[in-house]
């Protein structure tokens, strides 16, 4: 949905998500996860790299309530963070 | 050239031929001579040059069949039905070519879609774009590059949309997350449908979402504020695309409409195997 109308400049091509779209959390009940995920982002200036092991805890917080389809972690890009949280560099 | 010419027509061309005119006129102006006869010049003798005229008409086509060759001469008749052959050949080419265009015309649409798929150009998702590559992916470490995030909302949505973090660094090949925040502070439900870009548009085909909030309605119930979650990675050939050197800075900008009950928004993208999971509850 770009508006920069020159021809022949490549335009922008929303694509769908992969695994489609996050059901709302209408009550709330991941939010702690997320409170600490957005503290380690505060903390660490930003790094995602440094928050991973919090994103990860946020999904599976969802997936248990049901608010996202299960799926193995390794499929997310979690795969290093699941058999020992020495490597999370 | 003689005989080509029906007799009246020599007449009339020859009435032209000037007294000063070099060398003696050949036999045909002499025939032609009744015209220089004094009483044949002026508007009298055009007339009557006329009427010559006049008497030989074009043979209509009950007198004789259509497409008889104009010409008497066996050497000219053949020739003049040579070139009456090639026409209608070459009419025919013209004709299958304006067919074959308009056909092609017609083709292009799906042929472009093709061609866009399997070259990826211009965005479109490439077919094997799956989950095993998030698995099998490598974080390209020493590429990092920053996120920014905008959140806009359409003049008729009254909805407080904005993002949580201003900017995120990752780096590409790794899963990361993001978070907006959306409230509806009116009294009644709404429904919202969003849309995301990507700034520089060449990056754009390497952000991928795994899971978002855009392009299906969201309910908001009155006075109540929800966390929405973007899950996304940057494609590890971000770091090979020579054309990408020089991006350091992404901006994710998600835009919310209002929806209306019932609308069905077709999804972006060509490709139709493209399938949203449902939402596992609500």
Known sequence: MSTAMNFGSKSFQPRPPDKGSFPLDHFGECKSFKEKFMKCLRDNNFENTLCRNESKEYLECRMERQLMAQEPLEKLGFGDLIDGKSDKN | MGGLWPPAWRRVVFCGWPWSHVGRPTRAAERAEPCLRPGRSGPAGT??????????????????????????????????????RRNKTVLTYVAAAAVGMLGASYAAVPLYRLYCQTTGLGGSAA?????????????????????????????????????????????????????????????????GISTYNVVPFEAGQYFNK?????????????????????????????????????????????????????????????????????????
């Open chain 2, 47 to 84: 007339e009557q040059g006329l009427r010559r005229l006049g008497a030989w008409r074009r043979p209509s086509p009950a007198e004789q069949p259509l497409r008889r060759p104009k010409s008497t001469n066996p050497y000219t008749r053949s020739q003049e039905e040579d070139w009456r």
């Open chain 2, 127 to 191: 077919a094997g774009h799956a989950s095993d590559q998030i698995e099998n992916m490598v974080p390209v470490k020493d590429r990092i590059i920053k996120i920014t995030f905008n959140a806009d909302v359409h003049a008729s949505l009254q909805w407080n949309f904005r993002p949580q973090q201003t900017e995120i660094y990752v780096v590409p090949g790794e899963t990361a997350l993001a978070f907006y925040k959306a409230k509806n502070p009116t009294d009644k439900p709404v429904i």
């Open chain 2, 210 to 282: 795994i899971q978002c909030f855009c392009f299906e309605e969201q309910r908001l119930n009155p006075q109540e504020e929800v966390d929405m979650p973007v899950f996304f990675y940057i494609d590890p050939e971000f770091a090979e695309d020579p054309r990408m050197v020089n991006v350091d800075l992404i901006t994710l900008s998600y835009t919310f409409f209002e929806a209306k009950e019932g609308h069905k928004l077709p999804l972006p993208g060509y490709s139709s195997n493209h399938q949203l999971s449902p939402p596992s509850n609500l």
